[in-house]
Structures are given as C-alpha cells and as structure tokens.
C-alpha cells in the first residue's frame, strides 16, 4: 500500500511510558507525521534529551493544550491522548466539537455509565452525555463501529487481555454465569512513569505483588461492562486479581471461566482458531504451547491458550500481551489504523524483540 | 534453651538448591553438627569452591552414599534426603532400617498411593510399603505426628503454599466441593540447578510463562491428597496454574475456593488468625495488607491474606513463602526441631532479609 | 530508495543469539529475502516453533550445509555465518571460491596471524593463507575497504565497543603509550545460548561477575590488532576487564587512555564529534550525558562520551552498545548494506526500544 | 562470649536502606537491645508495617531526636546515625558532648578538612572542629584508633569495597603515583530509598549507566584522603567511574594501579594475603578466582583478587561486598564491636546468602 501524504498527529501526554511508546511508533508509521508532542512537565525541552533512546525524534516537548484549534491550526488531525485518567475528560468536548480524530488511552470514555466515575476513579464525570460518543476500541471485537467512529476510548492493558482471553467463550454462549477468576500479572510499566515507593527498583525487584485482588481494580468496570454485554447479563460476576513482577512489560493472564455444558478441548480449539482467523495481531497457540510475556515483548501481538479441566466444568484461558502496545499504544494505532481503513498492521509488528 | 552435643548430620544431594540451603541454614542451627555432604557429581570437592558464599563451611563434598552405615559411622543420627525424584526411593529400605532420623526432601515418599508414582513421576514405587511408613511433614498440621515420627516426606514447595492457604477454610467446612483454583508464580530456584534452556538466564528473565497448568503438574498428587483427606472427599476437584517469574526466590500463590455458606469477611479473618495463632511462621495478614514474596523471602514464614468475594460466594487466600526455605529446607529443619522436641523456631528465621 | 528483487540470503547458526538476532533483522531489511536457517541441532523443525517471538518466520531450518553450492542453487548469494569459533574456518575456503558474499560474526577470521589461533583460541587454523583475505568489518573505520570486499570478518561485541571509543585518540596520535584499561559489562546474551551453569538464570542474577580480566580474554587479539596499526606499535599495551552484569542485552565500556598531550575537554569533544560527524550509527553525548546501554538496546547506535581527567594526564572514554545489534548481527548487516552500496542504515535502527 | 544486659541503641534514620539493614542486624546481635527508630517520615508507626519483612521488630517509629538526652534517658549508650548528609552533622556536638558511642554512617564526618564539604557535599560543615574528633572507621585498617573511640565515622560503600582493596598494595610502597583508575559497579540500593526518577524500576532495570565518573563522584575525597595518607602524597590522582546496575545489593570495584617496580603474581599475592590474615571478614581468593558480588550478598566479608598485569607495570586488584553490610551497616557493627572489645564478628555474619 502506498501512503500520500502523511498525517499529522499530536499526542498529549508524550512524556509518560504509553506517550513515549506511542511517539516511538507513530515515527516509523508510514501514514503519521508527528506535529505535537503534549507535556506540561517538559514543555520546551528535546523530546530526545528527556527519551535518549529515540534520538531521530528531533522535536521539542509542545505546551499540554487545552484548546484543540491551537493544534489544528498546526496541521494535526489526529489526536492520541495519554494524560492520567481525568485529564482528558476536561478537555474532551472541545475536542470533539473540533472534528478532530481521538483515540483516548485513558480510562475517561470506556465506561458507558457515569456513575461508575465516582466510584472507580474518584471524580465525577464532566461530560457524561459524551460517553456514548466513545467507541470502544477493542479492535478484534468492534472493528466495525471503530471503523465509524471519530473518537475511540482504548482499553485497558489488563482488559485486553481478559477480554481477548474469554470472549470467543462467553460469545458462544459456554459460560455458566458462575464467577470468572481472572489473575493476571503485569510488568512494572503498568503502574507508570510517576514516581511511588512501590515502583522503586529496589522495593519492586525480585517480587510478585499482588494489589488490589477481587473487586477493587479499577479495570472491573470495563471487564464487567464489556463481559456482561457479551453475554446478557446484567451484573457479570468476575473476580480480577492483578500481580506485579520484576519485569518492565508484559501481562500474563491466566483465566478460569466455569462451563455450562460439556465441550472438548478440540472443539474449543477450533472456536477460538476460527474466532481470530481473520485477526493480524492474535495467536491461538496449540499444542502443549503456553503464552509467555517475552514472546509478545514488542509487538502488538496477543497470545492465547486454551485447555478444558475439571472434567469439563472449566475452561481455562491464558494470555499474553505486552502492556505497553496490545495493550495500550499498539491497540491504539491500530485503532487508528481501522479509523482511517488503512491495513489493520500498518506501523505494527506482529515480531517480537526477541530477547530483549 | 541449652543445647548439649550437637547432632550428627548428613545431607544427600547436597550441591543442588535445596541441598545448598539445607547446608546454609544447618551449619548455624545450634543443635546440628553437619558431618557430611553427599554428592555424587563434586565428591572430595571442598564445599566452598562449589559456594563460594559459605565459605565457613570448610569441608569437602562425600559420596553420595547408598549404604547408611557408612554414616551412621560417622556419628550421623539424622539424614537430610535432597536427591532428584526417584534417587531416595531406591535406598529408602536400607535408611529406614538403619534407624536413622529421616527428612526427605523429594516427592518420593509424599503420596500414599503408589499408583500415582507411575502415572505423576514416571517411575514404579520400588518400596510401596514403605510409603504409610512416611509422615507428611506439613509442620502447621501434623505436628503430633511429626513428633512421633521416624521418617518425615517433606511437603513440596507449591503443595506448602497452597495447602497453608486453603486448609483453614476446608477443615472448617466452608468449602462446597466446586474447582478451587490455583495460581501460583514462583521464582526459578524452583526449576532446580541441572541445566535447561528454560531456565537460562536470557530465555527466563524478564517473562511471566505459565507451565503444566490445569491438572497436570506433579504437585496435584499432593494437594488433592491432603485436601481430599481435609474435606472428606476421594476426589476433590483442584486446578493448579503454576508460572515461572524471573526472580531466584519465592512463590506468590493465588487461589479461589468456592463457598457452601455465606460467611463475612470478619468470621473468615478470625478464623485464619486462629487457626495459626501458635504457629511461629505463619502470619495472617489485617487491613489491605497483602503477601508479597520479598517480605518472606530469606524467612521460613508464610504470609497468609483472605477476602471473601463474589457475594460471599468465594474465598480468595492469597499467600506467599521462600520456596526454599518454607517450601523446602527451613521446612524440613522445622521438621526436624519437631521430631527432636525442640523449638520449632530452632535454627530458622521469622525475618526476612530486606531487599536482598 | 526503491530495491528491486531481494537478495537471498543464507544464515549459518541460525539457532543461537545472533543467529536469531541476524533473522529478526533480515525478516525486515528490504533487500533482502532469507532463503535458508542452517542449524545441525534443528534441522526440519519449524523456526517459529523454537523462537515463538519471530511467528512471521514460515520456514523450517535448514542443514547447516557445509558444502556452498546447495545454498547457491537455492538462489542464495549471500552469507551470514554466526557460527560458533572454528567451526566456520573448515568450511571458508569452499564459500570464498564459490563467490557468495560471506559475514561471518565468528572470530575466525578477524586475526590477521594465525599463531593467534591456537593461542587465544585453542585451534589450529585450517587456512591461514585467507586470513588476510577477509576485511575486517568495523564499519566506522574500514568503510572503503569493506565496499569492496567480498569475504568479511565481523568484529567482536566487546572489540567494537573500545574500538569505536578509543579510535579516534589514538588515530590522533593522542596515546602515550602506557596501558589503556578497558573495563566493560556484558548483558548475558553475550555468553551464547549454549547451556553453562554461569548463565543459569539463578546463578546470574543480582550479580557483577568479572572474568577472564587482565590479559586473558579472547578479544584482546582483536583489540590490540586494530590498536596497534592504528597506534603503528607493535605490542600495544591493553588491559581488558570484562564482567558479566544480570540483564540480556548491551555492553558498557569505561576507558582509560593516557595521554601524551595537554588537551582541553573542548578539543576532544570536537575531535570526537568530528570524526564521527557522518557516522548514522554513533552518537557522541554532549554535556553531563553519559551512554546507558538502555538507550541503545533495540538499536544499531553506539552512544560515546569523553571526559580530560587527572589534569590532563588521562582521556575517559565511556561507550554503549546493544551487543547482540551493534556488537554482532546489526554490525553484520551495516556491512552487507556496505558490500551492496544500500545506505547504511537500510533495515537497521537508530532508535532504541525504550523501556524493553 | 557470654553477653551480659545488652547494651541499649538507637538509630537515628532508621526508615531509610541502611537504616532498616541496621535494624535488621541490631536486633539479632546478642549484645544489643533497640530502644529507639528514629525517624521524621514515620514517626508513631509500627516499624514491622513500613518493613513487614521484619515482623519481630515490635515497636513504633520514633521521634527523629535532635536532643541526645532524650534518648539517654530510655537507656541508650550507643547511637548509630544512618540520616541524610548534613543532616547529622548539625546535632554532632550535643550527641558528643553527651558522651553517646556514635557511629554516623554519612559522610559528615569522614573528611578531615572541613573546606572539602562545600565542595562535595554543598554544605557548609557546622561543626570543623569535630572533623578532627571522628575516628575514620575502617575496621581493617584502624582497628586501634576505633578501639579507642566515642565517635567513629563509617566510611563510604566505594569506598570501603575500592580501600580494602588498593592499601595493602599502598601501604607496602608498590604505586608509582601515576592516575590509579577505579571502575566500580554498584546495585541500587546505593542510591537510597528516596523516589528519584533515575531509580524507578522501569528505568533502572536492564540498564548498566556509568554516573558522576572521573573526578565528580562524592567519595573521591575520602579516597584521596586515606590514599594520600598511605602513600604520603598530599594530592594522590584517583579517578573513580561509578555506574549502577540492575540489581539491589553489591558493589564490584575494579582497579588498576601503576606499579613502581616489578613484583611477581606470587609476590603480591601472598603480600595481600599476609596483611589480612587476621582480618575475619576479608578473604583474598586464589588461583582463578575473582570476587562475585552474589558470593558477598547478606555476608559482611569483602572478597578480594590480585593480578599483575602488562608485563609488571599494572597491579589489577578486583573487590566484592554488599553495599549495605559491608559498605554501611555491617561496617558500623564491626567498629561497634571494635569499640566494645567484642570479637569483631559478633552479630555479623562470614556467609552470604546463597541465591537471595
């Protein structure tokens, strides 16, 4: 495919870990020309002087505008926005209103109810009306309405996972409605670029962590929002129990989803093969495979496996993504990618770095 | 309290993992003189050029003897057994006969069932008879037992973890005989020293790997034996998801373990606090606080949290050991302090050591 | 630049590190088309099946031919051969005569006297007459030669990173001739896949190792090679200090080189920074940077800084690389890209991965 | 030794990493009681809930005196100050006065001339009278005057780890005075406890990065000063390139110092050998042997190689300790135990642990 004239495209946020990855990404896309790099903190300084490890990146850090038409006027059409959860929120209706393109990397648009914002993240929501704009963008299971849409709230890194892990079986109809246990374990990149004790390299090394277990994650939200759609149900009932390990990025999801009828662990083979025939960026491995993180490490590549237990009451999932691209930067250049009806891997890699 | 001579000690297998930390931890256990240290790949090899981190220990490596009365003569009364699977089995008799005080480390002598040794560990029981002669040595649990016992079968590292975790909640009854699922992630000691590609350092670190999930890791033999006993059931239904993290030490395991009863998230606490209110290295965690493997690693203590989720519907414990320390060596000192009447804490550590 | 028709490219040891390294990179170079993975141990087995990172490798490997023209006949006309030392020198002269262009990233033909062979390296050379046919390929240096070679000699991972630092002082004329003392740290993945009990995970990390110091490491042959016809001295005097530190990737340099001249901090960073000023691939810091191999890993860069220190009496030089990329199979590209008049960036990176 | 009333201590700083190792060590040796944590940050909170890897510490954080008399008053004898720089030095004189042991573990007091803080430590000293009372406590080489002192100022962790290794060679007229370079690697946990961007896991993962080399590096004036007093040179040239590497705990120094005459390996191997075979926690390896910081992890021993080199005109000495024991809070037991007239190896331990 041949590319005309590249895209211009400003990311707000571009000093945190999904900014950063978004920046090194969009620089080799053969559709994007990077026109703004957003950033309260480092406004006015080398992009390069701040991430040493991209030194073609030969633009300053741009003021974290509020006002959209100050980057429209600049040429941008196209925004990727990775502030914290609640900034984005702000500003979104101008933004929108602008007719710009939005892919939003936080949280602030992937919940349809509003009441949900208090309760999990603590602020109101000032534009709930605008939740229903947003398009979910999981993209092997919304390319669709993605593919409409002017402004798409990508999902989380944890939710990626699960989601892509249990939807081919929920969407069959094989769960049971008993409660899902999901546990997953996630690289230290999940937990961002600020700086807490908890992420110290002395306190985090060496460990598994797990936090907020059973119903407090914050990703329950979408997990049941997008689960409970799936399978038509009011109030799913899903435990997510998150770990942290020594290691910069990756999430290992490992998911027990309770059966409600017998199937054989050939014929569930065969559904989820043929579920992501058709999708670029996930892996059904067979065999005694299992997904492991340093496989997916770099691309945007999702792994998955699946076993029937328990004399067939259980089905177990396991998956693998790296945090930082599947599931964050990656998912939402592909999103993009559906947006503007460009091949769906352009700009991705389904390689990983091995041995990175 | 006072100790008079030193027993006589001997260690077999003394150059892989377990057998290096059963030699660390004896040399400064008041009631041990350690009299020799069996191998059979770096016999007359002094043991500090092997070690260098123990330089104390200023002997060479013995056989790896198959005849007991070699040390017996010695003045060994007590056998520390840290052989692969399958090494101890075959000169069990000859031990056990000899009257010597038996801890053996190995999977060997764990099961009652010499039907599970072909089909779990691939080898044929070469003396069934011998394995109702073995205690299983989970201290917090069978202590009576232990301190009457001859030959004590040290529990495995997962089995520890788990059964630490769950056995409160089932010996109470609250159990409904639904899959308990467990995930467990452990450091790579667990893989042993021999040499594999798995286990080298560029392919292991930086990488969470699921490995023999769903029912077929060789711990199940162990956990579905004591739970089943525990809940009175001949099959109790337990799914076992292991991981390797890349770390040297600790598991982190996770476990859900469905309900028969509605029971608040209080009563569950009290009971856990209870149940392990006079064991030394078990510790219940209050408030949020959950088991993170670098507060036990260096210890022989378990760190034990519990949540009751889902409507009341599910437990999840959530706990954490030193896999070879409370998942192996400390353990089977702990084992062994008990057989000889001695404090349990003989020789071991509640501390951890902080940011190793 | 548009290519036409890619080049089919053959890789020898196409299994280990820098095999894999060599195929992830060709897989995207757009002159190139691999048409062979030779590799005795995995002969017929599916290359995805062994590196599960690389899944848009659809080809199994091949034998690793020892005779040139099966590969010719396949449409191959170029060469990679990352075969362990020695094992590439039986088979050289049949793949010089047969005309394919051949890189080899082994040592065996990076020494210009064989009495070096049995030395350094514990063989006999089988032909001493080609060692001074092959260039020896550090790109920054021997470009022109390397344009017109056919048969090139990739420089080690260690040698190139002091090479690249010490070059342009002594091509200067700047070195006093008292030793130059080269400290460096190794990522593991420069210790090869074979399986070792150093680089077993648990035995490597959380630890600086040094080894083979002083005058005892192979590349020392290299070094003083390329130091003392630059230096025009016969015996240059380098002590080399290798350590192995706990991460996969990257090689740190710290140099200490006397000077014989009074010369300001200024002088040197322009010297530096002038001798490299058209070098895609090197990168001289300014101010308080200092190279982290962080910034480099994932890229072909190598990050250099100086520093006039003890009044003048010393030059610090400090470098960084991704040994596996700009110490092997990047450097080994950067060369054919020379060999075939590409830029020299063509499928090479100047970007790093930030945060792998 | 039969220890009679242990002896009542206080730490000042007890939150920070040093601070915990003393803790951690304090409240095993048999001649010591904790009577008081102090800390600002934390104060009134139970110290096993910031360090819940230390469960037996049972007492709260307290205040961070200022007033020695409050801490003689609950029985104290003995303050180790493990505060900030400059922090200590401003309550030196009431604490010496007070006729307190002291053992400060920052740098306030380890330089005799007071112009050397503003210079390195950017304050200026409150107290240069004092500087002259701090006896430097460098167990292995000034075990007399810590015999005799109230005051000792611990020395630094490069250090200790760079001094113990270049003395002897020193002390015995072997330097020829020219620049003696040392390259020394230290975990993270040197960088302290403090949230720092540069120590976030995420950062200083998978990373080595040189820092403050040459002549920038704080400890170079304790160097300069022990070196120059040793080989009786006012202005001895020592560069020093400090770098951090993924791990917690260790420091490998690396050194090269120019000899004034020829000396045999042998020579000098039996020359560090004889001056430290009374030292209990220095141990000089032979024959192929080199220091590994895993060897020396949890231990308070500093592990020590000798080679000659470039014909007889380099001496490389190579060095190991931990950071935090040897280079820190093992070192000011030792002096505490020197000051006591304990055996120097009380509560301190010769072992490392193997694979923490």
């Given at each position: 495919?041949?590319?005309?004239?590249?895209?211009?495209v400003?990311?707000?946020?571009?000093?945190?870990?999904t900014?950063?990855?978004?920046?090194?990404?969009?620089q080799?896309?053969?559709?994007?020309?990077?026109?703004?790099?957003g950033?309260?903190?480092?406004?006015?300084?080398?992009?390069?002087?701040?991430f040493?490890?991209?030194?073609?990146?030969?633009?300053?850090?741009?003021?974290?505008?509020?006002?959209?038409?100050?980057?429209?006027?600049?040429?941008?059409s196209?925004?990727?926005?990775?502030?914290?959860?609640?900034?984005?929120?702000?500003?979104?209706?101008?933004f929108?209103?602008?007719?710009?393109?939005?892919?939003?990397?936080?949280?602030?648009?992937?919940?349809?109810?509003?009441q949900?914002?208090?309760?999990?993240?603590?602020?109101?929501?000032?534009?709930?009306?605008?939740?229903?704009?947003?398009?979910?963008?999981?993209?092997?299971?919304?390319?669709?309405?993605?593919?409409?849409?002017?402004?798409?709230?990508?999902?989380?890194?944890?939710?990626t996972?699960?989601?892509?892990?249990?939807?081919?079986?929920i969407?069959?109809?094989?769960?049971?409605?008993?409660?899902?246990?999901?546990?997953?374990?996630?690289?230290?990149?999940?937990?961002?670029?600020?700086?807490?004790?908890?992420?110290?390299?002395?306190?985090?090394?060496?460990?598994?962590?797990?936090y907020?277990?059973?119903?407090?994650?914050?990703?329950l939200?979408?997990?049941?929002?997008?689960?409970?759609?799936?399978?038509?149900?009011?109030?799913?009932?899903?435990?997510?129990?998150?770990?942290?390990?020594?290691?910069?990025?990756?999430?290992?999801?490992?998911?027990?989803?309770?059966?409600?009828?017998?199937?054989?662990?050939?014929?569930?083979?065969?559904?989820?093969?043929?579920?992501y025939?058709?999708?670029?960026?996930?892996?059904?491995?067979?065999?005694?495979?299992?997904?492991?993180?340093?496989?997916?490490?770099?691309?945007?590549?999702?792994?998955?496996?699946?076993?029937?237990?328990?004399?067939?009451?259980?089905l177990?999932?396991?998956?693998?993504?790296?945090?930082?691209?599947?599931?964050?930067?990656?998912?939402?250049?592909?999103?993009?990618?559906?947006?503007?009806?460009?091949?769906?891997?352009?700009?991705?890699?389904?390689?990983?770095?091995?041995?990175?």
């Open positions: 495919m041949t590319f005309g004239k590249p895209v211009g400003g990311v707000l946020g571009a000093s945190g870990y900014g950063c990855e978004l920046v090194r990404l969009l080799s896309h053969p559709g994007a020309k990077i026109l703004a790099l950033s309260r903190q480092y406004k006015g300084i080398p992009y390069a002087q701040v040493p490890g991209l030194p073609s990146v030969q633009q300053n850090f741009d003021d974290d505008v509020t006002d959209p038409q100050v980057w429209i006027d600049k040429g941008i196209v925004v990727f926005a990775a502030l914290p959860h609640a900034a984005f929120a702000e500003r979104a209706k101008s929108v209103d602008s007719g710009l393109q939005i892919i939003d990397l936080s949280a602030d648009f992937r919940l349809h109810d509003p949900q914002y208090p309760l999990r993240y603590h602020f109101e929501h000032p534009h709930p009306d605008l939740l229903k704009t947003a398009v979910y963008g999981l993209c092997e299971w919304e390319k669709e309405a993605i593919g409409q849409a002017q402004f798409v709230a990508n999902p989380g890194c944890y939710t996972a699960s989601l892509l892990a249990v939807l081919p079986a969407a069959a109809g094989l769960w049971n409605g008993d409660p899902i246990v999901i546990n997953a374990i996630s690289g230290i990149s999940g937990a961002g670029r600020g700086l807490k004790l908890g992420t110290h390299f002395v306190e985090a090394t060496n460990s598994i962590m797990p907020k277990v059973g119903e407090t994650h914050v990703h939200g979408e997990l049941r929002q997008v689960i409970g759609k799936a399978a038509n149900v009011t109030h799913p009932c899903v435990i997510f129990n998150p770990h942290l390990a020594p290691m910069n990025r990756g999430i290992s999801a490992s998911i027990a989803l309770p059966l409600n009828q017998a199937i054989s662990q050939a014929e569930v083979q065969v559904l989820f093969e043929q579920r025939v058709e999708a670029p960026f996930v892996r059904v491995l067979c065999g005694d495979e299992l997904p492991e993180t340093r496989h997916v490490r770099g691309s945007n590549r999702c792994d998955i496996a699946v076993r029937v237990a328990a004399n067939g009451k259980m177990l999932v396991f998956s693998a993504i790296d945090n930082l691209i599947k599931g964050a930067s990656g998912q939402a250049i592909q999103n993009w990618n559906i947006m503007q009806k460009w091949p769906e891997t352009t700009g991705l890699s389904v390689e990983g770095w091995t041995y990175a």
